[in-house]
DNA sequence: CGCGGTGTTGACAACAGTCAATTACTGTGG
DNA sequence: CCACAGTAATTGACTGTTGTCAACACCGCG
């Protein structure tokens, strides 16, 4: 696994920390927590964790590695419609059964653990666990917020500012569970999964990536991705902080629309 | 207003169609909407119905005319994320107060009603409008595979897949509300609306239009859609019919992007 | 040492954005 | 009835971006 890994004891506070970053939790919930990092189950690097369909969407925490939801078409191209870190639901949706053409599959070595507790506190507002029950509702907001960055990146957005704005959302969601050491956190994707994310082909990924070390933005090597100069990536991305309202004052008019 | 517009009425069709398309309703129920139908509350065209972080998420639903929920980048272009529809809740997601930045905007003459009661029968699962309750969950579940669908788009599909996958998705979901007539329904989109869509430029989805047209695939004429060969769109898309699955057998694995 | 997966590069062609101008289409007022 | 203005649709020329193809380099592993 990756360095991530250290056992059931790191489960556990990749659990309390991303809970931690919404709501302030209370000892019982702390130790419900702590029962559930004790079951982990593993999953084996590139195997399909749960199709759409085939049977009720599980309701599993990722607890390490990385995972992806995705869909293919008709021609065989693929879009990774988001990422799934440590800390996120395998299955971000309320637990509607639907059929739907999704998949989501390991990316790394994986570990999860039952996340029912937490989902079945959430829909029925369990007062003996407001705090996850808030948090998990936080949670399916988050998610929805995740794939309207990923639209706007996908439709408005450069190559470099793509790519860039995706790295400033990793390093947000990795920073909740405290897998960000300074600029620099592990990103085990290959340059095929990335073109999946971000919609391009595998060579104009790697041209992306060239672009940004060039221009000294960014390095990455071994996995391992560092931020050299972050402000000026949130500038090429378009970044909005994640507390909402704009990054700062917006431009008069461009080419654009309204006003 | 459009062709939709023929009162509270035509309000209270919209409501009881848009249920009935995903579960059947008691008497008590289809009385809920139409007192809600009777209290119809008019928007502008163009103005802002909504921008997050000023005010908690409305709870209403759209039941004459077409909105959308938008993002603004910092250079001035807009990306839509979504489009919605008649029978649509105007803010999708459940009531979790968050910050975001999105906005949603009317892109007509709009009236909604009050969907207070709708979504908190669906939170508190309440046992007198089981109904309601559940197609609200679903309703919710249904953005979020939009949202998916858009993603693809976005990110996979050629520039007339992705018109053409557009124009279905909207058959579609006004055939739910009893708003297509044969192969036909009411568009009130300006290119201009449409390139934020589909992440054009207004001169592509021009070029783009007129070539599905050369190709007699549709026809666009005073705001009016027409599918002209269903299949060929579907074919051109890489559609998957709504319940699922895969259109056909998948041909192993293309390289190309198209033939 | 060969092998498969991954990263990298260059050449070329197809795709898509921008600019600029022209053509409908509408509702207005004369 | 027509002139007019304003919006939307359309078109052509040009440029920049991105996908495809085809090598080659690098690395861990058997």
């Given at each position: 696994?990756?360095?991530?890994?250290?056992?059931?004891?790191g489960?556990?506070?990749?659990?309390?920390?991303?809970?931690?970053?919404?709501?302030?939790l209370?000892i019982?919930e702390?130790?419900?927590?702590a029962?559930l990092?004790?079951?982990?189950?593993?999953?084996?690097?590139?195997?399909?964790?749960?199709?759409?369909g085939?049977?009720?969407?599980?309701?599993?925490?990722?607890?390490?590695?990385?995972?992806?939801?995705?869909?293919?078409?008709?021609?065989?191209?693929?879009?990774?419609?988001?990422?799934?870190l440590?800390?996120?639901?395998?299955?971000?949706?309320?637990?509607?059964?639907?059929?739907?053409s999704?998949?989501?599959?390991?990316?790394?070595?994986?570990e999860?653990v039952?996340?029912?507790?937490?989902?079945?506190?959430?829909v029925?507002?369990?007062?003996?666990h407001?705090?996850?029950?808030?948090?998990?509702?936080?949670?399916?907001?988050?998610?929805?917020?995740?794939?309207?960055?990923?639209?706007?990146?996908?439709?408005?957005?450069t190559?470099?500012?793509?790519?860039?704005?995706?790295?400033?959302?990793?390093?947000?969601?990795?920073?909740?569970?405290?897998?960000?050491?300074?600029?620099?956190?592990?990103?085990?994707?290959?340059?095929?999964?990335?073109?999946?994310?971000?919609?391009?082909?595998?060579?104009h990924?790697?041209?992306?990536?060239q672009?940004?070390?060039?221009?000294?933005?960014?390095?990455?090597?071994n996995?391992?991705?560092?931020?050299?100069k972050?402000?000026?990536?949130?500038?090429?991305?378009?970044?909005?902080?994640?507390?909402?309202g704009?990054?700062?004052?917006?431009?008069?008019?461009?080419?654009g629309?309204?006003d």
């Open positions: 696994m990756s360095d991530s890994y250290d056992g059931q004891a489960h556990f506070r990749v659990l309390v920390e991303h809970f931690s970053a919404f709501v302030s209370s019982l702390t130790k419900l927590l029962e990092a004790e079951a982990p189950r593993y999953h084996p690097p590139y195997r399909d964790l749960y199709v759409a085939t049977a009720p969407p599980p309701s599993r925490m990722i607890v390490a590695g990385w995972a992806c939801q995705y869909r293919l078409l008709p021609d065989g191209h693929r879009q990774i419609v988001s990422l799934k440590p800390g996120d639901l395998v299955w971000p949706l309320l637990p509607v059964r639907l059929p739907s999704c998949a989501v599959a390991a990316l790394t070595e994986l999860t039952s996340a029912l507790p937490l989902v079945e506190a959430s029925a507002a369990d007062p003996a407001p705090g996850l029950a808030h948090a998990v509702r936080v949670m399916a907001h988050l998610h929805d917020m995740l794939l309207y960055d990923q639209i706007v990146r996908l439709g408005r957005q190559a470099c500012g793509r790519f860039a704005h995706l790295m400033l959302e990793l390093r947000e969601r990795l920073s909740r569970v405290g897998l960000v050491d300074g600029d620099s956190f592990a990103m085990p994707l290959t340059q095929d999964v990335l073109a999946d994310v971000l919609g391009f082909s595998v060579v990924v790697n041209r992306t990536v672009q940004l070390r060039r221009d000294g933005l960014l390095e990455i090597r996995g391992t991705v560092t931020l050299s972050p402000d000026d990536l949130q500038e090429l991305a378009g970044w909005m902080p994640p507390s909402g704009p990054a700062g004052p917006r431009p008069p008019k461009r080419p629309r309204k």
